[in-house]
């Protein structure tokens, strides 16, 4: 009886220290209810009760990551506006890379060029 009972007593122990340690590494985002410091409050003053609500009831479930390729999310989609506005954004970077090409054709000056030494 007395090797049960000291079973069940580590069991709560570990079951504790997991549910504050969980709590506590939780983002506050991912806290249900009330504010992260008061579940850690909690589960801290109730250990084993404190644990359980804090499993049931305190921890937010993560939600499922949808991974989408970006001509598959309306938000990217959005953000590029029409045909017309791409080409027009094309049109100018290609503009600038040229004038930047032709601005590197040109050597540079340096001292041994101006005459000085």
Known sequence: MARLLLILVLVAVAFWVYSIVDCAVQSPTRHRGVPKPVWLVIVIL????????????????ARAMI????????????????????????RRLEEELARLDSEDDDPPVGPADRGGR
């Open 67 to 90: 991974v989408r390729a970006p001509d598959d999310d309306p938000e990217f989609l959005s953000r590029l506006g029409t045909k017309a506005e791409q080409a027009e954004r094309i």
């Open 46 to 61: 109730f250990p084993v009760l404190g644990g359980i609500l804090w499993f049931v009831v305190g921890r937010a479930r």
